[in-house]
């Protein structure tokens, strides 16, 4: 039959019981296989590790900046690794790094849970920051109810524009009166 139809005779399951065999194109039927695999690739997110550093004597315009980065990379779904780096004599003061680590973890809030707590190795202090997925969800859905809400509340008081605009008169003649009647007699020069 295959060979009647110019097709080929596949076995699709030799385990069953008989085996199951199909008749079909079997390059086409790679093809397809092929470019589904590659659309299942092209689906799966590849988490990558970020990493900012942090000193224990930043500034707060710095503070600001790699804050920002820092959740410009979560937002990305990626995970943040924060070091921070100590010399000289800051290594006699790690409570100021645990400060500076716990205003990151405040800064950062709702969006990242905290993966590894902080700890030393050696000059450094790191922890690892992950993406909290249904926490984003639910600001961007906050978010999103904010925008609905906001745009009804501007169509509503546009409505009650246009309305107010109707009731004033619209015609050109009726305004001209109106200006007319309002404005007091104009002088003609020789009148005295």
């Not at 110019?6 to 079909?24: F, W, Y």
């Not at 695999?37 to 590849?46: D, L, Q, V, W």
């Amino acid at each position: 039959m295959a060979r009647g139809l110019d097709l080929d005779l596949v076995e699709v399951a030799p385990m069953a019981n008989p085996p199951v065999c199909r008749i079909m194109d079997y390059g086409k039927f790679r093809y397809e296989e092929a470019q589904k695999a590659k659309e299942a690739r092209r689906k799966t997110t590849h988490v990558t590790v970020k990493e900012v550093k942090f000193r224990p004597k930043i500034g707060k315009g710095d503070f600001d900046t790699k804050m920002r980065h820092l959740v410009e990379f979560i937002e990305e779904g990626h995970k943040v690794k924060v070091t921070l780096q100590f010399r000289g004599r800051e290594m006699a003061h790690p409570e100021l790094g645990r400060k500076i680590l716990d205003d990151v973890i405040a800064s950062a809030g709702p969006i990242a849970k905290v993966e590894n707590q902080a700890r030393m190795e050696g000059r450094s202090m790191s922890l690892v920051l992950s993406p909290d997925k249904q926490a984003q969800e639910a600001l961007r859905k906050a978010a999103e109810e904010a925008e609905k809400k906001a745009a009804a509340e501007a169509a509503a008081s546009e409505a009650a524009t246009s309305d107010a605009d109707a009731a004033e008169p619209t015609d050109a003649a009726a305004v001209e009166s109106n200006d007319a009647a309002e404005a007091p007699p104009k002088e003609v020069p020789g009148d005295e």
